[in-house]
């Protein structure tokens, strides 16, 4: 027997090798295997059995790592697919997909041995902690080292002597390494009646489970509108047709409420948890389960999608919006867009969740390619929280005083909020360390007069970059639009906000939550009981406050910067300052207490804060859609982002003059043109990290089979010319 093996190497290139007689009928596809790799040892995957080989000179399996597959064929295709689409070779992928190499964990079990098993001449005295202890394996079968040690003091000579007496037997059994998922935040009452709206939608998606088809759904709901809810219902009517589902949610922050809302329906239903921060020996175990079918039930961050998950009905991706679920590092994929090529391979359903569809997900629906679901109210009817606009220009205009980092309006609110005993959220974007010139007395902010985007501020260089194009013009600090002299950089952090908030409001118990204070294991979860349970007056955080939590005594939520976001240089900026307004908003106002936002920006006018403020997800659409159309920008074409990168700057210019004009050349040769086009190659946004010059190249078109083919030509050709190339297929950040 022969197998093809991939091995965790920048490569495309599979291996064959011999399976010996004795290790044979341990080969399966989905195992790991021990190889000869030149003159080192590798760890392999198995992605085929065959009869023969394809080249002389097959070396020998070393040894098989798993006792049982990691993966079926099926699960493998899926794999495969995201490998091809993402030029990652399938080596690195499996390497990134699958748990690490851990021993299972076993114990103790202790069983009673039947009489006709016992030695006939053995006439030893049974003691009478030896007869109790007989009596417990009668009763349970048997039980763990463990338990017994919990229900007799000093079991080892017991244990010892009815061994030697051939009165029971011990054998080890594996065992799973838990994760600790027990948690109790929010409100987790069992069943709700469902409104109409939830049973309409929840009617649409049982009928495609009983249809099992494929079929990606959005589900369009206002934030409290009970998304939730009709995720759980639907889960349960995925169980009743004997399927599997991954839940997906695009923060680790999420998964401790959402695991206590599964508690609460589910009871003791098996559920696996997997993200980041989940031990390597649990995701080991909870891997097997799932691929053993003992959990059919997965929820987690972007890599649970990758669980092998048996007989999959159901695909459930909330906050589908959201960025994290794009992985920015080694293997770049997007995990809302493979949750639809996953249902699609398994003919399962899939259902995207948001309040404020990602623009490329709304756009499907109106194309036909999704089927729309709509939870247009809250539930119970509760109002919407009220939205105000300060205008930050105001206080530029005060002279002789510094732009202030809270408003009085929002002061006022805050001091109003805190004496009724009412909870407040301050958001400040996680990015808001990149500052912007902007004039505060007419709110101009410095733009690119070809790609719509604002400029970053270069300072050591005086200069501002598109970094698109490549547009460059000198740092001015004269406003061209009022001619204002006034031109500053504006932009704080959350630690700085914290602070700030605790100069005006000392008696507050006041908290932070970004990736700072959350880096340690468990921090999440305190910070939400701590919230849930009123341990915490004011909460400043970053984007992981603005998304699914449910805390009803949240009455004021403050926007501290709407234009850090708005200014980012990136063509969605738009759409993700109108999205994080709707998502914050929505953390107020959950219950009979009336919710009020407040949004402070220098641009007031601007369409996605004015639309924020009108809770108007169509008129934003269509006005951002109508801009994108005249730059053809996703989602009506796609963009391929190429990372170039030298430690050397003069090579690397070199470098990026070749692979530039080799791109253009290759459009130009190989009946591209009109379908692909390139742009730059540019200084990146970050020109230098880590000693590392950088540079990007965009390729942007329609055909996706052009672009991937046109891309794996130009990763040759960087590494002929000496640079390090990163590719990233659907980009969402240009950083």
């Known amino acids: 027997m022969f197998v093809r093996v991939a091995i965790n190497i920048p490569s495309e290139k599979t ?11 341990d080969i399966a596809v989905g195992k790991r295997v021990l190889v000869p790799f030149g003159k080192r040892k590798a760890t392999g995957y198995i992605l085929e059995l065959t009869d023969c080989a394809d080249c002389e000179d097959v070396k020998d399996i070393i040894d098989v790592l798993d006792a049982e597959p990691l993966f079926s064929p099926d699960d493998l295709a899926f794999y495969q697919w995201l490998s091809q689409y993402y030029i990652h070779p399938i080596g690195k992928t499996l390497a990134h997909i699958l748990p690490a190499v851990i021993k299972p964990k076993t114990e103790k079990v202790i069983s009673l041995l039947p009489d006709d098993m016992k030695p006939a001449a053995n006439k030893e005295k049974i003691t009478g902690k030896e007869a109790a202890v007989m009596d417990f394996l009668k009763a349970r079968g048997n ?3 463990r338990v017994l040690q919990d229900a007799f003091a000093n079991i080892y000579p017991t244990i010892k002597n009815l061994e030697k007496k051939g009165k029971i037997s011990v054998a080890d059994r594996e065992t799973a390494r838990l994760h600790n998922q027990s948690f109790s935040i929010g409100r987790t009452e069992g069943r709700l009646h469902l409104n ?22 959005l589900l369009h709901g206002v934030t409290g509108s009970g998304k939730t809810e009709v995720y759980l219902t639907a889960i349960e009517e995925a169980l009743k047709l004997n399927g599997g589902v991954i839940y997906l949610v695009p923060e680790i922050a999420l998964t401790p409420q959402l695991l206590s809302r599964f508690q609460a329906k589910f009871g003791d239903l098996p559920i696996a948890v997997i993200h980041s921060a989940i031990a390597q020996g649990s995701r080991y175990d909870q891997w097997r389960q799932i691929r053993r079918g003992e959990i059919t039930v997965v929820v987690g961050a972007r890599s649970a999608l990758f669980a092998p998950v048996k007989n999959l009905k159901l695909i459930i991706c909330d906050e589908e919006h959201d960025n994290s679920y794009k992985q920015e590092e080694r293997m770049r994929y997007n995990a809302r867009d493979l949750a639809v090529v996953r249902a699609q391979l398994a003919s399962a359903a899939v259902i995207l969740g948001s309040a404020t569809p990602g623009i490329q997900t709304y756009h499907n629906c109106r194309s036909g390619k999704y089927g729309y679901l709509s939870l247009p109210k809250r539930v119970e009817d509760r109002p919407m929280p009220e939205m105000e606009i300060v205008d930050m220009r105001l206080y530029g205009k005060e002279k002789g005083k510094d732009l202030p980092v809270l408003s009085s309006h929002l002061l006022y609110a805050m001091e109003n909020t805190l004496k009724i005993k009412k909870q407040i959220l301050l958001f400040l974007n996680r990015r808001g360390y990149h500052t912007f010139l902007i004039c505060p007395e007419c709110g101009y902010v410095f733009k690119c007069r070809n790609c719509a985007v604002s400029l970053t501020h270069h300072a050591a260089e005086k200069a501002l970059k598109c970094h698109y194009c490549d547009y460059v013009m000198p740092a001015s600090m004269t406003c061209p639009e009022c001619g204002g002299k006034k031109v500053c950089a504006y932009g704080t952090g959350t630690e700085k906000l914290e602070e700030e908030v605790k100069r005006f409001f000392p008696e507050a118990r006041v908290t932070r939550m970004d990736s700072d204070t959350t880096a340690r294991k468990g921090a999440f979860g305190k910070i939400l009981q701590a919230l849930d349970g009123g341990a915490i007056d004011i909460l400043v955080g970053t984007q992981m406050i603005t998304k699914g939590h449910d805390f009803p005594n949240i009455t004021l939520v403050g926007v501290v910067s709407a ?8 063509f969605r900026a738009a759409e993700r300052t109108f999205q994080t307004l709707m998502q914050v908003s929505g953390r107020g106002g959950r219950s009979d207490s009336p ?3 407040i949004i402070q920006t220098f641009n007031p006018d601007h369409y996605a804060v004015k639309h924020a403020k009108l809770n108007d997800y169509e008129g934003f659409y269509k006005e951002e859609l109508l801009l994108r159309k005249g730059l053809s920008y996703p989602p009506l074409s796609r963009f391929v982002n190429l990372q170039l990168s030298s430690a050397d700057k003069e090579r690397g210019l070199a470098g990026i003059a070749r692979i530039g004009k080799a791109a253009r050349e290759m459009i130009a040769n190989e009946g591209m043109k009109g379908t692909v086009e390139i742009l730059g190659p540019a200084e990146a946004p970050i020109a230098r990290i880590k000693g590392m010059h950088r540079w990007q190249l965009l390729i942007k078109g329609r055909n996706i089979h052009d672009m991937n083919r046109l891309t794996r030509r130009l990763l040759e050709e960087g590494k002929q010319c000496g640079l390090t190339v990163k590719c990233d297929v659907d980009p969402v950040s240009f950083m």
Do not use: H, W
Not at 15 to 25: G, K, L, M, N, V
Not at 204 to 213: E, H, T
Not at 563 to 569: G, S, T, V
């Open 15 to 25: 291996f064959t090798y011999s399976a010996p007689p004795d290790i044979e009928r």
């Open 143 to 145: 039980a763990s080292i």
């Open 196 to 217: 109409p709206a939830q049973q309409k939608a929840l009617g649409k998606i049982c009928a495609s489970l009983a249809d099992g088809r494929f079929s990606p759904l």
């Open 563 to 570: 234009d850090a976001m708005l200014n980012m240089p990136d």
């Open 595 to 597: 919710g009020k936002v």
